[in-house]
């Protein structure tokens, strides 16, 4: 019922910035949870950053302060502003959108994130 396309994944140098776009169709009522996810190599998927309709975020540890989540005035788009990118920050990073009132969510099909030393 929904739909979820990230972009703007690539290849980056540390210390380098990217931008990751996720642009959400379908049934998009009564969404308000707007989150990335990433998926290292060999690693469970982790949440990255979560947007509340509202306009609260939270982060997780490992990118406060360099990774910023945002939303489009339609309130169809997040972004992923990643500045100051590590190696470690490599994985395939997916978008997901959820209602409050339930314990499961829509996903994207991923945009691949790879940071060289």
């Known amino acids: 019922q929904v739909q979820l396309v990230e972009s703007g994944g690539g290849l980056v140098q540390a210390g380098g910035s990217l931008r990751l776009s996720c642009a959400a169709s379908?049934?998009?009522?009564?969404?308000?949870?707007m989150s990335w996810y990433r998926q290292a190599p060999g690693k469970q998927r982790e949440l990255v950053a979560i947007?509340?309709?509202?306009?609260?975020?939270n982060y997780a540890d490992s990118v406060k302060g360099r990774f910023t989540i945002s939303r489009d005035n339609a309130k169809n788009t997040v972004y992923l502003q990643m500045n100051s990118l590590k190696p470690a920050d490599t994985g395939v990073y997916y978008c997901?959108?959820?209602?409050?009132?339930?314990?499961?969510?829509?996903w994207g099909q991923g945009t691949q994130v790879t940071v060289s030393s």
């Open positions: 997901n959108a959820k209602r409050l009132v339930v314990n499961y969510g829509y």
């Open positions: 379908g049934n998009m009522f009564g969404i308000n949870v």
């Open positions: 947007i509340i309709n509202g306009g609260s975020t």
